[in-house]
């Protein structure tokens, strides 16, 4: 069964500090697709990111990069000079496939991100 | 275009009452999902769809039933409400796989 695990609970920096959140998967799938999504204070879930299993290039957009490794299943997210803003519960997610050839998304935990000014 | 919309915002709910969540979408999206959300432990599925009439289990269905009889409306059951069921639920459609979901902003259910 496909599984998501973000082993950080929590993580604290202070404004301009980089951060990495680390998110670790598991599936018997060749192809997958891979998710982060952020949910800020109010509540909602905002999508950030999605990769194919099959492009392993990396990813920028402004302060956020991703790194994708097939090797080690992992799909990081780095945050660069960190903002109050950022600061969230960051969910990394997996498409399993569902019925009929849908996709069901599986999350992890979830990290909550502080970013302290 | 609104997306994904979920009614009521917020609920307070008696044990063994009943209720439903409503969900409707804009987008012409097949699939729709509805998750739960307790803290610390992330999202998990309730109940998914694939189109109208066609519905699937997911991960913690117990205790909800969904029905699916248009392409826009995927409204979610309680019919014996329990504090387990205190939770924060999203609904969520999808165009095709690999997409992602677009999310609804939520309902904060609280049984007391």
């Known amino acids: 069964a496909q599984k998501v695990t973000q082993a950080q609970t929590e993580i604290s920096v202070v404004e301009k500090e980089d951060v990495t959140l680390d998110c670790v998967y598991e599936?018997?799938?060749?192809?997958?697709?891979l998710f982060w999504y952020k949910q800020p204070p109010s509540g909602e879930l905002v999508f950030l990111i999605r990769?194919?299993?099959?492009?392993?290039q990396n990813e920028i957009s402004g302060r956020y990069s991703w790194n994708f490794q097939k090797s080690t299943s992992s799909f990081n997210f780095t945050i660069t000079a960190s903002q109050v803003v950022d600061s969230a519960v960051y969910f990394c997610a997996l498409s399993a496939t569902a019925q009929g050839g849908s996709e069901k998304l599986v999350f992890g935990k979830g990290t909550k991100l502080t970013v302290n000014p | 275009n609104a997306g994904v919309t979920q009614t009521p915002k917020f609920r307070i709910l008696k044990i063994g009452q009943s209720m439903t969540l409503q969900c409707t979408q804009d987008m012409n999206h097949n699939y729709m999902y509805w998750y739960r959300q307790d803290p610390g432990m992330g999202l998990k599925l309730i109940y998914y769809?694939?189109?109208?009439?066609?519905?699937d289990k997911g991960e913690v269905p117990n205790g909800y039933n969904v029905s699916r009889s248009t392409t826009e409306d995927f409204p979610l059951r309680l019919e014996l409400a329990a504090p387990s069921q205190t939770s924060v639920y999203f609904c969520a459609s999808s165009m095709r796989t690999g997409n992602g979901y677009t999310f609804g902003s939520g309902t904060r259910l609280t049984v007391v």
């Open positions: 599936t018997r799938d060749t192809t997958y697709y």
């Open positions: 990769r194919n299993s099959f492009d392993e």
């Open positions: 769809s694939v189109g109208a009439g066609i519905t």
